[in-house]
Every structure is written in C-alpha cells, then in structure tokens.
C-alpha cells in the first residue's frame, strides 16, 4: 500500500489527492472506529492498530515533514521518492527495536537518532491521546475529531 492509490494509508500522498482529502481520509477511518467502539464498546485490535499506525506514520519524516509546532508541511510521494535515501531511514519510529544492539549507531548519524527518537515519542503521544479519547465519555464524534484535526493532525497554512 506504499504505492498507489492507499498511499494515504501510511500518511502519505497518492499523487491525485490534496493535503486536506489525505488528513480527511484518515481522520473518517479513526472515527468509524470511534463511533463503533461508542456503540459496541469493543474494538477490532486488527483495526486499531491498522487506524494508529496510520497516525504514527505522520510523524516519520519519511512519510510526512511536520515543522517545529508538529504541523504537517507536506505528505510525501513514496513513488517519488529514492526508498534508500529518503524514506528507509527515516521510517524506524522504533530504533531500538528494528537494528540489532550496536547496528544502529554504527549505520546512521546521531542527528537522525535523535530525530526518531523525537518522533517515536510524539507519535506515542498522539496514539495515547486517542486510545484515552476512547474511553474520555464527555467526548462526543465532533470532539473526537477536532481532537484529530487541531491535535493531532493539524495542517500548516501551505500545507502540499
């Protein structure tokens, strides 16, 4: 899903879609999820963790360039751009977890290192705000996705 059309899976652009249609697509998916758990108050861990990946990928500059108040700038192309280069290294929110002990620090530059691990622990943030939004009963769906546009997944005036 890295290419084509669901490209927007991974906060990323298809090519054929504005900032705002990305940002809506992934904001309806989270809040289907948050209007059945509402009803049944159960949830699909395979859909959960599909619709919170989605929101973890935002904050891998891989996917989507966020500026210093963690507003998103622009969603990347995964076709345009070189895997190795521009995406591959930025696309480990979880350094410890996906290089073997000592492979990380030997491989990459301590800037990015430190990139990711600022990453990662945003990108944790914002997926334990919407796993508390789940259970927060004074939030309703118009709450919920204000809590995603404005918090979440919000947008620079010229955002690509």
């Not at 700038?73 to 930025?90: D, T």
């Not at 546009?149 to 955002?159: M, S």
């Amino acid at each position: 899903s890295h290419f084509g059309s669901r490209q927007w899976w991974h906060a990323m652009n298809p090519g054929n879609l504005s900032p705002e249609q990305i940002r809506e697509n992934i904001v309806e998916r989270l809040v289907k999820l948050f209007r059945r758990y509402r009803k049944d108050c159960q949830l699909n861990a395979a859909d959960l963790g599909f619709s919170l990946h989605m929101i973890a990928d935002s904050y891998s500059y891989g996917h989507a360039k966020r500026n210093e108040n963690d507003e998103i700038m622009e969603y990347n192309n995964y076709g345009n751009q070189n895997k190795k280069a521009e995406h591959e290294p930025y696309d480990r929110l979880y350094p410890k977890v996906n290089y073997p002990q000592g492979k990380f620090n030997a491989d990459s530059s301590e800037a990015l290192r430190i990139m990711q691990d600022s990453a990662f622990k945003k990108a944790k943030l914002a997926t334990e705000k919407i796993m508390r939004a789940f259970s927060d009963c004074s939030l309703d769906e118009t709450g919920f996705r204000k809590l995603l546009v404005k918090e979440i997944l919000p947008h620079t005036n010229h955002v690509k």
